[in-house]
T-cell receptor
């Protein structure tokens, strides 16, 4: 059974601070890892993808992957009120043909 | 990013009727598309994998005769909810995979189905 776990929150962060979102996964064979942002009533929007251990930075976002610990995180620097959303961690086990297994998401609130 | 179009965005139907949802990749060819379902305050759950020119692969617990999937071209997959019932009311979202290997999926806007 493939599982992806996230703290549902809400996680409240003051504007301008760093928001840290965490995710663990159960299948050690997982190969691809993604962070999606989902606003209420909308479909997910891809924020970051990461495939190898370490950090990957894109603008204000940094994804971190530790396969030994089966842990992936997302850091959002200089948080803005528009970052308030639910952040979904998604994992792909196979090489490309498999669908994604999603966590339940973390509800992030950036306080002005 | 790549654009995936999904429609209708909202549909209300009577119990027992069938509803068809279309998913199109607008600026790329997608040999593989995926259909997900999301109930309120839950995460996305994969229903099936749609492969162009072949039968869809359904996840455990998803009835293939109820959720008919057709992937007739490299840019279009359809999901038909047959004989819909109120418990089928949900947010249905498709995605299309661009490229190979990295499995980056781009999502359509979703279809909110309400069965009365």
């Amino acid at each position: 059974q493939k599982e992806v776990e996230q703290n549902s929150g809400p996680l409240s962060v003051p504007e301008g601070a760093i928001a840290s979102l965490n995710c663990t996964y159960s299948d050690r064979g997982s190969q691809s890892f993604f962070w999606y942002r989902q606003y209420s009533g909308k479909s997910p929007e891809l924020i970051m993808s990461i495939y190898s251990n370490g950090d990957k930075e894109d603008g204000r976002f940094t994804a971190q992957l530790n396969k030994a610990s089966q842990y992936v995180s997302l850091l959002i620097r200089d948080s803005q009120p528009s970052d308030s959303a639910t952040y979904l961690c998604a994992v792909n086990v196979g090489g490309g043909a498999d669908g994604l297994t999603f966590g339940k998401g973390t509800h992030l609130i950036i306080q002005p | 990013g790549a654009v995936v179009s999904q429609h209708p965005s909202w549909v209300i139907c009577k119990s027992g009727t069938s509803v068809k949802i279309e998913c199109r990749s607008l600026d790329f060819q997608a040999t593989t598309m995926f259909w997900y379902r999301q109930f309120p305050k839950q995460s996305l759950m994969l229903m099936a994998t749609s492969n162009e020119g072949s039968k869809a692969t359904y996840e455990q617990g998803v009835e293939k005769d109820k959720f008919l999937i057709n992937h007739a071209s490299l840019t279009l997959s359809t999901l038909t909810v047959t004989s819909a019932h109120p418990e089928d009311s949900s947010f249905y979202i498709c995605s299309a995979r661009q490229g190979s290997g990295k499995n980056i999926q781009y999502f359509g806007a979703g279809t909110r189905l309400s069965v009365l």
